[in-house]
């Protein structure tokens, strides 16, 4: 499975730093940094660490959640941009064209919002009940990404819709029969007991 997504992570047994290495390691080739209660300090020294890790690797991606101006300082691949974060319209503003924009969406009317806005990407979710976000919106499950895409094509928008929220290696293949373009992932891969080998693994699926 090609279109990975890995979100980093901070967990008692791995720095930010390590999730990422350890992703990459597995052939995942998207990196999102989310540092939620971080400062802006504290996600620039770690965003230019882990810049410089995807640099390494061949095609890798390397996006910052929320913090727009950072991506524009220090040239990252783009942006993700949660609920309660800066609007996607204002963000494009500010980066232009060459930067890649996602968005975090629920519904058929987030969906719509993004696009109209001008992003790049839809993250989509939560698919079940995950422990790595506060404030969660209502689940979606497999009928409710058939549903969206379904709406989708009604719509005539054509937008990558990237599955996210408590998702195991065991959902993947019926997720991605639904009609999206990727997964995202965090603890499932983070929690293996070689997160390596289960990147590997999730990517040859």
Known sequence: MKQLQFITHYTDKYSYYDSARMALEGGCRWIQLRMKDATEKEVETEALRIQALCNQYDETIFIIDDHVELAKKIHADGVHLGKNDMPIAQARQILGEEYIIGGTANTFEDIQKHYADGADYIGCGPFRFTTTKKNLSPILGLEGYRNLISRMHEASIQLPIVAI?????????AIMDTGVTGIALSGT???AEDPVKETQRIIAL
């Open 189 to 191: 891969i983070l929690h």
């Open 165 to 173: 929220g408590g998702i195991t290696y065991e959902d993947i293949p």
